[in-house]
């Protein structure tokens, strides 16, 4: 079955650099959520989609913004990274609301 | 806000040794549900509990919904190395009804051969 598609799955950046993260949800998946995990810790929401309008946004900094494309593929673009953000990045989708939802590998991003 | 916490952090055990994992939610869930994380990797997704008091069964995996719908637990029998991984426990924020996940901090199941 397909899955959850990421990329790139990893990421080496230098501070006050930009970085785009992209995630291609399961085909007939119209909802797109993103989560930030920092070692050792738990998925932090940071902001969805549904049918390609912002749904809901958690603890996502200015300095990073999202969209939903016409084909439901979602962009998290980071802009003056700093050395905290340095994390893995998943997205997760899900047909409407349906609650479960599938991840992708997930991208990780050091930032130095 | 609201809060999702989990319990042990940690564990290890012995091959063949039972595992617990116990979740607790400061509001009632509408449903909660339960990931595996391997090292390295991503979470996946193992089964949703919905109604008050549920149980259900995958294998050695034992999955319980409390009759408040506040609290969850996670048994695993007699484990084997292949359940090495964080088991994460999550449920719907209840602020909102877009689906976005509370996860709790996860326990991390080391088992040695």
């Known amino acids: 079955a397909a899955g959850v598609i990421q990329s790139p799955r990893h990421l080496i950046k230098e501070k006050r650099e930009t970085a785009t993260l992209k995630c291609y949800p399961i085909p007939r998946h119209d909802t797109v959520y993103w989560y930030q995990q920092g070692p050792g810790q738990d998925p932090q929401f940071l902001i969805s989609f549904y049918e390609k309008m912002q749904s809901d946004k958690g603890s996502i900094p200015d300095r990073f913004s999202a969209q939903q494309f016409s084909d439901y593929h979602s962009e998290l673009n980071m802009s003056s990274l700093e050395l905290g953000d340095s994390a893995l990045y998943f997205c997760a989708s899900t047909v409407g609301n349906t609650d479960t939802q599938y991840f992708g590998p997930g991208t990780r991003l050091t930032v130095l | 806000g609201q809060q999702v916490m989990q319990i042990p952090q940690y564990q290890h055990v012995q091959e063949g040794e039972d595992f617990t994992t116990y979740c607790n939610s400061s509001?009632?869930?509408?449903?909660i549900q339960w990931y595996k994380q391997r090292p390295g990797g991503h979470p996946v997704f193992l089964i949703q509990l919905v109604k008050s008091g549920e149980v259900k069964k995958q294998k050695r995996l034992t999955f319980q919904f409390g009759e408040a719908k506040k609290n969850s637990s996670l048994h695993i029998t007699a484990t084997q190395t292949t359940d090495v991984g964080t088991y994460f426990c999550a449920g719907p924020s209840g602020s909102s009804n877009t689906g976005k996940l509370i996860f709790g901090q996860g326990t991390t199941l080391q088992v040695k051969p």
């Open positions: 509001t009632t869930l509408s449903n």
